[in-house]
């Protein structure tokens, strides 16, 4: 079976994969390879030093951290944040490295705008070139993730999750660059994952964000943005069969 490599999104780490690899485990009776990056200051590289890093630093740390674990011919699965980043380790990964794409509610910002410009600013639905933010009555940060990360976990879920949420940060470049490419990406297999009821990039715009990454095939779960906290035995489902297809 080819190996899975896992890609986090912002303010997580590569620990937010453990229910998920724990499940594909299972399912694959052991036979599955997993690796689970850290994105520079996350994860196990949390509190690194990452001022000096431009955005292609970030990338080729990622792949080579890859190709130190001796893989090639991965199903490299991303999620939110990291769909920023997968179209670029595609373009910079040396031949055979990457074999597969599959992005699990990613975002895909438009050329010349930074993930920040695509997120918006104001309320979700005042401006329709933005994804904006879902209302929350009290207007704090932590109520805010609360709906946009936590809507399908119970209180004791939730409140453990947030409890880890925004300890992990990638490099600054990561939110500064604007230069994205996409058409090479028509040449490799992808798919992308759209959690029905995510309310940190709607379903809608996750759509619109598959279409950005040329992804030739689309499955959806009910599901938040957390899936693969929250339904790690469905999405793994999915992840083992775009392995065997």
Not at 106 to 121: E, F, K, R, V
Not at 148 to 155: A, L, Q, R, S, V
Not at 216 to 243: K, Y
Request: glycine residues 10%.
């Amino acid at each position: 079976m080819v190996p899975f490599v896992f890609l986090h999104g912002g303010g997580q780490g590569g620990w937010v994969w453990k229910e998920l690899i724990a499940a594909i485990d299972r399912q694959s009776g052991g036979e599955a390879t997993c690796l689970a990056l850290d994105a520079p200051g996350c994860g196990a590289k949390r509190g690194l030093d990452t001022s000096e890093y431009d955005f292609e630093d970030i990338t080729q740390e990622l792949i080579d951290d890859i190709e130190s674990e001796g893989l090639s011919g991965v199903v490299l699965v991303g999620h939110s944040q990291a769909g920023m980043t997968m179209p670029q380790m595609t373009e910079m990964a040396p031949s055979g490295l990457i074999s597969r794409l599959v992005y699990v509610t990613c975002s895909a910002p438009l050329a010349g705008l930074t993930t920040l410009d695509q997120m918006g600013h104001g309320p979700r639905g005042s401006n329709v070139e933005e994804v904006g933010y879902p209302f929350t009555e009290d207007g704090s940060m932590e109520e805010r993730y609360r709906v946009m990360f936590c809507n399908d976990m119970d209180d004791a879920e939730a409140d453990a999750f947030l409890a880890k949420l925004g300890k992990d940060g990638w490099p600054a470049s990561a939110y500064s660059y604007s230069d994205w490419r996409y058409d090479h990406l028509r040449s490799i297999p992808s798919s992308y994952v759209v959690a029905l009821r995510d309310q940190a990039l709607p379903a809608e715009w996750q759509e619109r964000f598959a279409d950005r990454l040329h992804a030739r095939r689309i499955t959806r779960i009910d599901a938040g943005h957390q899936v693969m906290n929250t339904r790690p035995e469905a999405l793994s489902e999915i992840l083992l069969r775009e392995a065997r297809a």
